[in-house]
């Protein structure tokens, strides 16, 4: 499984930084899935859900609260004013 490098931001420091193979969440313009190799791209987002599948297979939510996603050839940047992981 190809992945990429995540980092999650808020302004209270980061909340994440590792490799994932998908994630998901709502842009401005609708619906994102962004896996390893995705055409780079910078976007904002709104609140909603977000998913992140790992290396591994697992998988976890998240709510956000909105903010700025980050695409390059071989990393994401999520930056959030609001980051809560369900449990």
Known sequence: MNTFSLIIS??????????????????TEGDLAIMAGHTP?????????????????SER?????GGLLTVSKE???LLSSGFKWED
């Open 41 to 57: 791209f910078l976007t904002s987002v709104v609140p909603g859900k977000c998913k992140i599948i790992f290396p591994d297979d």
């Open 10 to 27: 808020s302004p209270d420091g980061d909340i994440f930084k590792g490799d994932a193979a998908f994630l998901s969440l709502r842009g």
């Open 75 to 77: 990393s994401v940047t």
């Open 61 to 65: 939510l998240a709510q956000l609260e």
